[in-house]
């Protein structure tokens, strides 16, 4: 299978990125999953359930080039 994808530089340059990225964001989900399901498992504290979320969700973030 092939697939071409076009973009209109400047405008679509977000698209770009977010498309460049896709893989990074899907490995960030599934890993973000396995935190908060270890955490639950174990009675973890909601608090810092969220905490690590959002930590990792920034670290994500800042790896795919959003700031």
């Known amino acids: 299978m092939k697939a071409v ?3 209109t530089y ?3 340059q977000d698209k770009l990125r977010w498309a460049l990225s896709g893989e990074k964001a899907i490995i960030a989900l599934h890993d973000i999953q396995q935190e ?3 955490h639950f498992k ?3 504290e909601p608090i ?3 905490e690590r979320v959002r930590s ?3 670290e994500a973030l800042n790896e ?3 700031e």
Do not use: I, N, Q
């Open 56 to 58: 990792m969700t920034d």
């Open 64 to 66: 795919c080039g959003e």
């Open 36 to 38: 908060v399901r270890k």
């Open 48 to 50: 810092a359930v969220l």
């Open 42 to 44: 174990y009675d973890a």
């Open 10 to 12: 400047p405008e679509d």
């Open 5 to 7: 994808l076009e973009f």
